[in-house]
């Protein structure tokens, strides 16, 4: 599988409108084009993780699951198919949490990963972020990521 971004490279910073509106953004998430799902897949879901933020666990900024099936595709916090479910981030919201590091901190990467699964579903209502993440991992079939920078100046 590959992810790729129209918005961004790999190792490249998130565009604006994928920074906190704390800080001027607009806490959507970047839209991502996938190719290469494997053909037994049955849905795929999509995770954004910070493994910088101060934490001592990171922070899960978005996680997305029964996303339709399709060998290519392109998805955004703005486009989400009719289908698709959101499981509470770290943030206690059900929506993408833009970028939002500790002033001066260094760059904080955002990993934001496609997973094909062999599940035709995970239905997140009443479970925790990290139990669909659970869930998520062990129905795996194939996986892909692409990771964005960002630094807050302050």
């Known amino acids: 599988m590959q992810l790729i971004s129209p918005d961004f490279k790999n190792g ?12 001027g953004g607009e806490d959507l998430s970047p839209t991502l084009q996938w ?28 996680i997305i699951t029964n996303i339709p099936v399709s060998e290519s595709g392109e998805i955004s916090s703005a486009t989400l198919p009719a289908s698709a479910k959101s499981a509470l981030n770290d943030a206690g919201t059900e929506n993408f949490t833009g970028a939002y590091p500790p002033p001066d901190d260094p760059a904080h990467r955002y990993i ?31 996986s892909a990521s692409i990771t964005g920078l960002f630094k807050n100046n302050g």
Not at 12 to 23: F, H, I
Not at 37 to 51: G, I, R
């Open 112 to 142: 934001f990963t496609l997973h094909a699964l062999s599940l035709d579903e995970i239905e997140p209502d009443g479970m925790t972020g990290a139990y669909v993440r659970f869930n998520i991992m062990r129905n795996q079939l194939a």
């Open 35 to 62: 190719s290469g799902v494997p053909a037994e897949a049955k849905s795929l879901a999509l995770t954004c993780y910070d493994p910088d933020a101060p934490t001592g666990s990171g922070f899960w900024h978005m």
């Open 12 to 23: 490249d910073p998130l565009p604006q409108k994928s920074v906190s509106q704390g800080l």
